[in-house]
């Protein structure tokens, strides 16, 4: 992704996940989901940025928008635990203050990503976790909801597949899903977090990541994306970064920092320094994923060592644009 940027507008770029997603692995009619629901969570996000809103409430905007869609593993559609349940984690961050807010291990959350907001406007922490995480959610009014809205069956027909291929138990299905399964949902059982990265026109940068972790997870686990510096990063001074992939790596790299540190203080622009850590050091270490960054100057980038990433990107100054292969912009 290439482009010349006008410092003085907005723009914006968000991601549903990377992993194996080949033109071989998507149907039309899948690829035209995905590719419907990337460009509609994208104006949602561009919308308010449009409107003179805030960098911050974009990003929030967007993966609000994400996770109430089963396309993604976030919110509803997040994928289950090796116990057939769902704990979906996420953060937000405020380039221009570095405050944050980061959510571990929600299970009845229709929009984790708002309870991470939360924790940043409203108490003196960065992370809430578990129990006390969902009675923060519920006394602020943060959509609690029955864990089996958020179900979906193809999240579960991957946990079948996942576990059978581990020679590990199954759990007792849980009664009472929302969802019938969807043809369209591409499920390599692994990736499809979803996150968001935003400069404001007051100049602004903000980052959002949203996510159900990775199928069959031990319970507990948390992966990357609610750690500061590692699936999430903004700093005004630097820039703002999503990620997604094998967490574990992710959290070892400090990855979305790091791609901040090579910006901030090697000068690298936001391409160099994320193809740098992704394509580099994130496959040197074995690790698979991507992200998606926005510069200080509204420069957008994306960078990736999986086959694909489900991705878009907007700007004032150009027409927005939507990619999943690797041989896409
Ligand atoms: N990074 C997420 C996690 O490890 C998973 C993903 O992005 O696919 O929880």
Redesign the pocket.
């Known amino acids: 992704l290439s482009e010349t940027t006008q410092s003085s507008g907005w723009s914006i770029a968000i991601h549903g996940?990377a992993g194996v997603i080949s033109r071989s692995a998507l149907k039309p009619d899948q690829e035209a989901a995905y590719r419907q629901a990337l460009a509609a969570a994208l104006e949602t996000g561009a919308a308010v940025l449009r409107n003179d809103g805030s960098a911050l409430n974009a990003v929030e905007a967007a993966v609000r928008a994400l996770e109430d869609d089963p396309l993604f593993?976030a919110g509803r559609g997040s994928v289950f635990t090796a116990e057939g349940r769902i704990e979906m984690?996420a953060a937000i961050m405020d380039g221009a203050t570095l405050k944050a807010g980061a959510v571990a291990g929600l299970t009845r959350s229709a929009h984790p990503i708002s309870v991470a907001r939360a924790v940043m406007d409203k108490t003196e922490h960065v992370m809430l976790s578990g129990f006390g995480a969902e009675i923060f959610a519920e006394i602020n009014d943060l959509e609690s909801v029955e864990p089996e809205t958020l179900f979906t069956e193809n999240r579960w027909d991957a946990l079948e597949r996942t576990l059978k291929k581990r020679h590990l138990p199954i759990p007792p299905r849980p009664h009472a899903f929302a969802a019938a399964k969807s043809e369209l949902v591409h499920d390599e059982g692994?990736?499809?977090?979803v996150g968001a990265v935003a400069r404001d026109r007051a100049g602004n940068l903000a980052a959002a990541t949203s996510?159900g972790?990775?199928t069959g997870k031990r319970f507990g686990r948390v992966?990357?994306?609610p750690i500061i510096g590692a699936?999430a990063y903004a700093a005004n001074a630097a820039c703002a970064v999503s990620?997604?992939?094998?967490?574990e790596y992710?959290i070892r790299l400090g990855v979305a920092r790091d791609i901040a540190a090579l910006f901030e203080y090697r000068g690298l622009d936001v391409q160099a320094a994320a193809d740098l850590v992704i394509k580099e050091k994130l496959t040197a270490l074995g690790g698979s994923?991507g992200v998606i960054c926005v510069a200080p100057n509204g420069q957008v980038a994306w960078s990736f060592n999986s086959e694909g990433m489900y991705r878009a990107s907007a700007a004032e100054w150009r027409e927005p644009v939507v990619s999943i292969y690797g041989d896409e912009a």
């Not at 692994?190 to 977090?193: A, E, L, P």
């Not at 990620?243 to 967490?247: E, I, L, M, P, R």
């Open positions: 996940g593993n984690d692994k990736h499809g977090t996510t972790g990775v992966g990357d994306s699936g990620a997604t992939g094998d967490g992710f994923g």
